[in-house]
């Protein structure tokens, strides 16, 4: 793992995103500040702007206006030297299904350039880092939902990035695969990583985030410790109630 002196892991400033066609920014000046080996979530209903604030600081999209980066460099235009330090666990399924896990992680290894007298070694330690050495060589397209979400985040942390992406890791999944996907993630961070992380399960953020955003109409409405949030709220007694108040009841499709 590439070690940097940054201090801070992301910084955005006035961070803007405005799709062709749109009839509102999907970003309108969104600021936020990740301080390095801190899980840090990212919370707000659908439309709210999280997946496309990942995109932009994992250099998939490029922004309108503002200024974001990821461990002092410039999404805009350092994008090579970011994606060398990040890793990304997609919201969908981003796997072979054809293929065994231990397949699907070996080709991401050779798309990762890591060197491949480590590869085989590498690929050993994720698989047993999310429980699944014992099926690693059945299809992926055998797997429970928990398992390909489990290969999922293997092959995000396959390189040890200094920064991981999680868009919604545990969604639709078994709760026992949940609780293994968050101890891992809690081992990664005392490792020394750091994590961005979305989400729609608020005990699941209570439990997992340092620090937290909520964000609607691309904007940052609250943020802290879930601690403070809650505390600072008179009438909520938990972070979905301060939720709730905050971005309102009606549903977002």
């Given at each position: ?210 620090e937290i955003a909520i964000v609607d109409s691309g904007r940052v409405i609250a943020g802290g410790t879930p601690e403070q949030l809650v505390g600072a709220a008179a009438d909520c007694d938990n972070l979905e109630e301060l939720f709730l108040s905050l971005t309102g009841k009606q549903v977002r499709d």
């Open positions: 793992m590439i070690v940097s002196a940054e201090k801070n892991a992301i910084t955005t400033e006035n961070l803007v995103k405005v799709y062709a066609h749109a009839d509102r920014p999907a970003l309108d000046g969104l600021n936020l500040n990740v301080v390095r080996g801190r899980i840090f979530g990212l919370l707000g209903p659908n439309g709210a702007g999280k997946t496309t604030a990942i995109s932009i600081l994992s250099t998939l999209l490029q922004p309108t206006a503002g200024k974001a980066t990821v461990l002092g460099y410039d999404v805009g235009k350092q994008a090579k030297a970011i994606r060398c330090l990040i890793g990304f666990v997609p919201q969908d399924i981003a796997l072979y299904p054809s293929m065994t896990a231990r397949e699907n992680l070996c080709y991401f290894a050779q798309v990762l350039r890591i060197p491949a007298r480590r590869v085989n070694e590498r690929v050993g330690e994720c698989l047993e880092l999310v429980g699944l050495t014992d099926c690693a060589d059945r299809r992926v397209a055998t797997y429970s939902g928990g398992m390909k979400r489990r290969t999922n985040l293997a092959v995000g942390i396959l390189h040890e990035p200094e920064i991981l992406f999680l868009d919604e890791p545990t969604v639709g999944i078994d709760a026992q695969s949940r609780n293994l996907i968050l101890e891992r993630l809690i081992e990664l961070k005392g490792a020394g990583m750091t994590l961005f992380y979305t989400t729609h399960h608020m005990e699941e953020a209570r439990q997992l985030c340092d």
